[in-house]
């Protein structure tokens, strides 16, 4: 089971401060999303919101239909995983396993206790007694074993180590190929988790700014490897997002796709083509000076 989710003009304000103004996008329900931005872009004001802990200042949410705010139905069946106090900081992890169960309509205890042994997770300690990347551990599990048809993961893995985070995307991919269901994964490692999105959204000073298939994103821009001088001369003119040069050998990515002529000509020069590197997209679409260009 996995939710849609329906945002129409949505405001979210701290007092006088806007953190989203007036955002509209409809997400289908069985897909992972990434959710990318800057800091303070107001990726975390989004999530709260479509998991209940805030209420929009105006706008509609609907998340499988309805108000997630104060909504009892809906509440056992988000999941919303991230940093900072959640008031389950003094429970034991087998305690916090048991809430897990008793509060989750699909709850997989079978599945939580693997997830507690690839994590190595301390079942007699407190969550306040773990290490930081332990706790994320933990929330993670929880998170999981619950499969929530809406599953929400803010930078879920904070402090984990990489064999850990590896381990976080393994499990979150695998999970939901088996289970499918609606998640939406907020992240500063593009790279690194990029993979495992089928659409992006990218949100900028409390705006929508993409929402895109992952792989059509990709294709907005090229990444042309080969010859130092070759890939010099060939994107001479063309806007460049990046470049690496590794001894004679140079890789420029331009934000532009290449018509069916020049992928030939390029080819035909011995460079190689590629899709472009998400990572540089989200630099190159979040600068200011494009944003300005923009609007
Ligand atoms: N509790 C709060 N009180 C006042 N302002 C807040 C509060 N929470 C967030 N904000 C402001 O709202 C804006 C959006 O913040 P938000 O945490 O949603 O961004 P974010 O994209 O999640 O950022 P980051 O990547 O740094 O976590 C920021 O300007 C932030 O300062």
């Known amino acids: 089971m996995s939710f849609d989710i329906e945002i129409d003009n949505l405001r979210v304000a701290y007092g006088r401060s806007t953190a989203i103004d007036g955002m509209s996008c409809r997400l289908e ?97 407190r969550v306040n007694q773990l290490s930081l990347g332990k706790r994320s551990a933990a929330r993670v599990t929880i998170a999981l074993a619950s499969r929530c048809p809406l599953t929400i993961f803010d930078e879920a893995y904070l402090g984990m180590d990489a064999p850990s985070r590896y381990g976080f995307y393994e499990e979150v991919l695998n999970d939901y190929l088996e289970y499918p269901r609606t998640v939406i994964l907020s992240t500063h490692l593009i790279e690194e988790f990029g993979s495992l999105f089928e659409q992006v959204l990218i949100m900028d000073r409390g705006q929508l700014l993409v929402q895109e298939e992952t792989d059509q994103l990709r294709e907005r821009g090229t990444a042309i490897t080969g010859p130092v001088e070759v890939v010099d001369r060939f994107v001479a003119g063309m806007p460049v997002l990046s470049e690496q040069t590794l001894g004679r050998t140079k890789s420029a990515t331009v934000n532009q796709t290449l018509s069916a002529e020049r992928r030939r000509d390029a080819r035909a020069a011995g460079l190689d083509l590629g899709p472009v590197a998400l990572q540089d997209l989200f630099i190159h679409l979040t600068e200011p000076k494009d944003r300005e260009k923009r609007s």
């Open 29 to 125: 329900g069985g897909k992972i999303y990434g959710l990318l931005g800057r800091n303070g872009a107001g990726k975390t004001s989004l999530l709260a919101v479509l998991s209940a802990f805030r209420q929009a200042s105006s706008g509609t949410v609907r998340v499988d239909g309805e108000d997630p705010f104060e909504n009892a139905r809906l509440m056992r069946e988000i999941c919303f995983v991230r940093e900072g106090n959640d008031g389950t900081e003094l429970l034991r992890i087998k305690d916090l396993l048991g809430l897990g169960a008793s509060l989750r309509p699909n709850w997989d205890q079978a599945y939580a206790e693997k997830l507690v042994q690839r994590f190595e997770l301390p079942l007699g300690k």
